[in-house]
């Protein structure tokens, strides 16, 4: 597929949400580049697009990613290129339709209402009408999804959303700095408090019981405080490996203000 159309996407970001809005986009006729960290630090590895920047490709609900290290000047339909790309500086060279800020970083990190025709951000840290000219609240509750096209999302709380009556609690975040070893898989029921993995040397255990649902890359350098882990008190392990309910609640926004705010 060229880059002819005019109907290509830069998603910012490939991590879980991300590559549940790249599903949508793909699976809607969009032709989507993704850009990412040299290091990503994706906790839901299993639906994250992100994972090909250090394999080379990974593959979500059929869709592929596949790594390259310049813009590529064709591909399939039902690829998406990855690059190395965290300060956006490949956006000019593909002249995108719109950008996607799907970095969930809290704050902004460099996009502009001017990257695209279009630009949309998910989260808190931007403002409607000044960042983006859509933002789409990534919060648990009522109000998941939802397209601003004024004003922003919810702040961020820093208190995790409730799954099945449970607080979605992560592992223990990273203690003093060090290197992630794995004891267990994504995909494995976890009892509260069984060793789950090390960082650097100090056991991080489940905080309820559960599936393990997410689970940082083993060997990553761990910073102190980073989210390591994620358990799904609903114990499902297929969950583990299909795009969440959340992600594809995201998605929904983000497909809608593409399609409401898209030149033509």
């Known amino acids: 597929m060229s880059l ?3 109907r290509l996407v830069v998603v910012r970001g490939a991590g879980d949400l991300a590559t549940g809005s790249i599903v949508r986009l793909v699976r809607s006729g969009f032709r989507v580049v993704a850009l990412e960290l040299p290091r990503p630090s994706a906790i839901r590895r299993a639906v994250s697009f992100s994972e090909a920047v250090y394999d080379g490709n990974a593959e979500v609900e059929g869709i592929r990613a596949i790594r390259h290290d310049e813009p590529p000047v064709a591909w399939d339909a039902a690829t998406v290129p990855i690059l190395v ?18 970095i969930l970083a809290k704050r902004n990190l460099g996009t502009r209402i001017d990257l695209a025709p279009v630009v949309v951000a998910l989260g808190p840290g931007f403002e409607a009408g000044r960042d983006a000219h859509a933002v789409v609240e990534t919060n648990r509750g009522h109000g998941l999804g939802r397209v601003f096209l004024t004003g922003h999302a919810e702040a961020d709380t820093a208190v995790p959303g409730q799954i099945a009556r449970h607080d979605n609690a992560p592992l223990p975040r990273a203690p003093p700095p060090g290197e992630v070893v794995a004891l267990r898989a994504i995909g494995d029921l976890v009892a509260d408090g069984e060793p789950v993995l090390t960082i650097g040397g100090a056991v991080a255990r489940a905080s309820i ?19 390591v882990a994620d358990v799904d008190p609903r114990g499902v392990r297929e969950h583990c490996f299909t795009v969440s309910d959340k992600a594809r609640a995201v998605a929904g926004g983000v497909l809608e203000a593409l399609l409401a705010l898209a030149p033509g």
Do not use: C, M, N, T
């Open 4 to 6: 002819a159309g005019g």
């Open 85 to 102: 790309d965290p300060e956006a500086r490949f956006v000019p060279r593909l002249a995108p339709l719109a950008v996607v800020d799907a």
């Open 209 to 227: 019981d559960g599936v393990l649902r997410g689970l940082i890359r083993p060997g990553y350098p761990a910073s102190a405080g980073l989210k």
